[in-house]
């Protein structure tokens, strides 16, 4: 059974920076894609960023150029550094696995998430 466990979110203030971390076990970590999603209140949750299992990334368009994906495999940790933080960042923000070496489709498998204030 696969366990994801998010770590790194707390508060912080618009233009800061937050490194979240998901350590992965119970699973082949290198062979499958992972990704980072987010949902804020009242709205729907929503992809951030992928990296598949040959380290090649895809962002959405809010976190081009903010946000950076990265992976461990020795580790089997998942990272997300997150700069110039705005209020509108202000989500739970899960870690995902997917079913393959490739970040398409629906992920198979959730953490449970990691609160992140932006807020003066």
């Known amino acids: 059974q696969v366990q994801l466990v998010e770590s790194g979110g707390g508060e912080v203030q618009p233009g800061g920076s937050l490194k979240l971390s998901c350590a992965a076990s119970?699973?082949?970590?290198?062979?499958?894609?992972m990704g980072w999603y987010r949902q804020a209140p009242g709205k729907q949750r929503e992809m951030i960023a992928s990296?598949?299992?040959?380290?090649?990334?895809n962002y959405a368009i809010f976190a081009t150029g903010r946000f950076t994906i990265s992976r461990d495999n020795a580790q089997k940790m998942v990272h997300l550094q997150m700069n110039a933080l705005r209020p509108e960042d202000t989500a739970v923000y899960y870690c995902a696995k997917f079913g393959s070496g490739s970040a398409y489709g629906a992920p198979d498998s959730w953490g449970q998430g990691t609160r992140v204030t932006v807020t003066s």
């Open positions: 990296i598949n299992s040959l380290e090649s990334t």
């Open positions: 119970g699973t082949v970590f290198r062979i499958y894609a």
